[in-house]
């Protein structure tokens, strides 16, 4: 059974830093997409950074470029997201996906999903 687990998140002022962690079990394909995703009330879920497991390359929203640093450690057991400069705009729910053959980063190619953890960007 795949289970996701996200940590990290909180509030912070904007400017600040925040890393968001996603332990996983269950998973054994060799290759695969992971990804963080983001969504605010009434929005459709975003995706913010993606990284492909069997050669490292990684995938990245614009509105996040330069700022969000998405990584894979540990065997592909932990998935990582350093987010820095952080902006009233990144305030939302982030959840981290596996599973993705397709598309990186569109939510809909992911079948495996954690429950969240909430991001709070004050101005």
């Known amino acids: 059974q795949v289970q996701l687990a996200e940590s990290g998140g909180g509030s912070v002022q904007a400017g600040g830093s925040l890393r968001l962690s996603c332990a996983t079990s269950?998973?054994?394909?060799?290759?695969?997409?992971m990804g963080w995703f983001r969504q605010t009330p009434g929005k459709e879920r975003e995706g913010v950074a993606c990284i492909l497991t069997g050669d490292g390359r990684t995938y990245y929203a614009d509105s996040v470029k330069g700022r969000f640093t998405i990584s894979v450690e540990n065997d592909k057991k932990m998935l990582s997201l350093q987010m820095n400069n952080l902006k009233p705009e990144d305030t939302a729910m982030y959840y981290c996906a596996a599973g993705g053959s397709w598309y990186p980063l569109n939510s809909n190619n992911y079948p495996y999903w954690g429950q969240g953890t909430q991001v709070t960007v004050s101005s």
């Open positions: 269950g998973y054994t394909r060799s290759s695969y997409y």
